[in-house]
C-alpha cells in the first residue's frame, strides 16, 4: 500500500512542471494587468496633465476671483425667507440619505472612499452649507444654492447611468454578505433616494423662493463653471493620480464610448458640461416664470446700478420741486 503511494520520479517531475507552470502564468496575467493598468492611469502623457492643470489654474483663477469680485457688489437680502414644516422633511430626509451613502462608503472599505469626491456627493455638501447658513449668511447661501440648481444636470446623468448601467452604477457590493453589514443590502435603494432627492427639493425650494434666485445672471453661471472646472482638475485631477483611481473619469475616459476617447475628451466633456450647466439654468428660469410669471425674470443688481437708480430718483424729485 506505502509503495502504491509514492509517485515515480517521472510522475513528480510533471506535477512540478504543472505547479510552475500554472504560476508563471499566474504571474503573467497579474503583470499584464499590471501593466494595463498603467497603460490606463497614463491615458494621458504626464506633459499634457501638467499643461491642463496650468492652464486651466491661470485662465480660471482670474475669472473665478474677478465674478466673485462683481457678486459682492450684489444688493443683499434682508433675510432668506424661513423653512416651513414640508420644506424641513424634505431637507432632512435628504440629509439623512446623504449620511447613509456616506456611510454606505467607508462600510464597503476604505478603498470606496474616494468616491465621495464625485459631482453628487460635492453637490450635496454644497447643499449642507448652503442650509447651515440660510439665516446667518443670505448672500452666501445664495450663492451656493445658485450653484447647486445650475448643475443639476451631473445628478441627472447620475440617475440615467444608474438606470442603463444598474450593474456598475447601483448594484449591491458582492463582498456585503461576507463582511457582515445586512446594512448594505439598501444600497441601492439610498442611491435613488439620495439622487431623486437631491433633484426635487433644491428645485421645490427654488420655486417657494426659499433661496434669492438669479435668473439669467452670468455672473453666476461664470461662477459655476469655473468654480467646477477648478474642482475637477484640483481636487478630483490630484486625488486620482494619488490614488490611482479613475475619479470621474479623470484618469481614462469610460470604455465603448467612441465620442469621448482620445487625448482631448476631457475638454470635449468640458464644452458638454458648459452647454448642459447653461440648459440647466434655462430650465430653471423656465421652471421660475411658470409658477411666478415674468416678474421673477429681472437680473440682480448690483451697488452701481442702485447708486444711479438713486441718483435717477433725486434728480427727478429735484424736477418736482422746480
Not at 428645485?203 to 453666476?220: C, G, H, I, N, S
Amino acid at each position: 500500500m506505502l509503495l502504491e503511494n509514492v509517485l515515480t520520479d517521472s510522475e513528480l517531475a510533471h506535477k512540478v512542471e504543472d505547479f510552475a507552470r500554472h504560476w508563471a502564468d499566474e504571474l503573467h496575467a497579474q503583470n499584464v494587468a499590471a501593466r494595463a493598468q498603467d497603460e490606463l492611469v497614463w491615458y494621458l502623457t504626464p506633459t499634457r496633465h501638467i499643461w491642463t492643470f496650468v492652464l486651466v489654474n491661470l485662465v480660471a483663477c482670474p475669472a473665478l476671483l474677478a465674478a466673485l469680485r462683481r457678486y459682492q457688489k450684489y444688493r443683499p437680502k434682508e433675510r432668506n425667507k424661513p423653512f416651513s414644516v414640508i420644506d424641513w422633511i424634505l431637507i432632512v430626509l435628504l440629509l439623512i440619505s446623504i449620511v447613509f451613502q456616506v456611510y454606505f462608503k467607508f462600510a464597503k472599505g476604505l478603498e470606496y472612499v474616494p468616491n465621495l469626491l464625485m459631482p453628487c456627493h460635492a453637490l450635496s455638501a454644497v447643499f449642507i452649507a448652503a442650509i447651515l447658513t440660510h439665516s446667518s449668511h443670505p448672500k452666501l447661501s445664495s450663492c451656493l444654492f445658485n450653484a447647486i440648481v445650475r448643475c443639476l444636470h451631473f445628478v441627472l446623468m447620475a440617475i440615467i447611468t444608474g438606470y442603463l448601467m444598474p450593474d456598475k452604477f447601483v448594484a449591491e457590493d458582492p463582498h456585503a454578505k461576507l463582511m457582515g453589514i445586512p446594512e448594505l443590502a439598501f444600497q441601492p435603494q439610498f442611491y435613488w433616494i439620495h439622487h431623486v432627492l437631491l433633484v426635487v427639493v433644491p428645485l421645490y425650494l427654488m420655486v417657494r423662493k426659499r433661496f434669492e434666485y438669479y435668473q439669467a445672471d452670468a455672473t453666476l453661471f461664470k461662477i459655476t463653471t469655473l468654480s467646477g472646472s477648478l474642482f475637477f482638475i484640483d481636487v478630483q485631477n490630484v486625488a486620482a493620480h494619488l490614488l490611482s483611481r479613475n475619479i470621474n473619469f479623470m484618469l481614462h475616459p469610460p470604455p465603448g464610448i467612441p465620442l469621448i476617447e482620445g487625448p482631448w475628451y476631457r475638454w470635449r466633456v468640458t464644452v458638454g458640461l458648459v452647454l448642459a450647466t447653461y440648459t440647466c439654468e434655462l430650465l430653471c428660469n423656465g421652471l421660475m416664470w411658470l409658477f411666478h410669471g415674468r416678474s421673477t425674470a429681472s437680473r440682480p443688481q448690483t451697488g452701481n446700478t442702485i447708486k444711479n437708480q438713486k441718483n435717477q430718483k433725486n434728480q427727478k424729485n429735484q424736477k418736482n420741486q422746480k
